[in-house]
């Protein structure tokens, strides 16, 4: 069965500096990763994905995030955190299907807190 | 374009009550999901739609929660009776579904708050 654990309950950083969240994941063949972010009281949505190819995936809002298959790892990354990236931020793993729509395992979130 | 819409937002209620929540998802997307989040969790499927038809619902607790699409565009979530450890945020998706695609992206709503006392 596919899971994913994200280590780190809650990330305390300040405005401006670099961040990293951790994604661990379990899955029998070749896994798609995904982050969301889910500011409070929103739905999640979708910062980015990977299936295939580059291991180094581009987001929005600037996040970045890197498959590491030996390590069975997908962290995210930002260069300079905002006072708006306070957020849970969740990794989920799941298979894809052709002409389908996967059904993703979820981690239980980072909790993201920014200083000022 | 509006996106996925669910109402209420939050929802207070004893238990034993029943409780409904509404779905509308994007226009022209075929694909509904029903969420559950509990409190300092990931979200966890309950059901999936397909147009009208239920394809995915084996993470449902058929005894007291029940689900319809009728017309293949919003959807009804029950449950009935709530109990305590109903508590959670119910989140609705809804996709594409294109079956010349791999892959269809999940849009979500921002999900209903319900407390059970």
């Known amino acids: 069965a596919q899971s994913v654990t994200q280590p780190d309950i809650h990330i305390t950083v300040s405005e401006g500096a670099s961040l990293e969240l951790r994604c661990n994941y379990s899955?029998?063949?070749?896994?798609?990763l995904f982050w969301y972010v889910q500011s409070p009281g929103q739905g999640l949505q979708l910062l980015l994905k990977y299936f295939s190819g580059d291991t180094l995936v581009q987001g929005i809002k600037g996040f970045e995030a890197e498959f590491k298959r030996s390590q069975s790892s997908f962290n995210l990354r930002k260069p300079s955190v905002h006072w708006s990236d306070a957020a849970e931020y969740f990794c989920a793993v799941g298979p894809g299907y052709p002409g389908g729509s996967y059904i993703p395992t979820f981690g239980r979130g980072t909790s993201l807190i920014v200083h000022p | 374009e509006a996106g996925v819409v669910q109402s209420p937002r939050y929802k207070i209620i004893e238990k034993k009550q029943p409780v409904a929540f509404w779905c509308n998802p994007i226009?022209?997307?075929?694909?509904l999901y029903w969420y559950r989040q509990n409190l300092g969790q990931g979200p966890e499927l309950l059901i999936r739609y397909e147009n009208e038809e239920a394809v995915d619902d084996s993470q449902l607790p058929k005894d007291r929660f029940s689900a319809e699409r009728l017309k293949g565009v919003d959807s009804t979530l029950k449950i009935q009776p709530a109990e305590l450890g109903d508590s959670a945020v119910y989140l609705c998706a809804s996709s594409l579904g294109r079956r010349d695609r791999g892959y269809n992206e999940q849009f979500f709503g921002p999900g209903t708050r319900l407390t059970v006392l």
């Open positions: 899955y029998g063949a070749t896994p798609y």
């Open positions: 226009s022209g997307h075929n694909t």
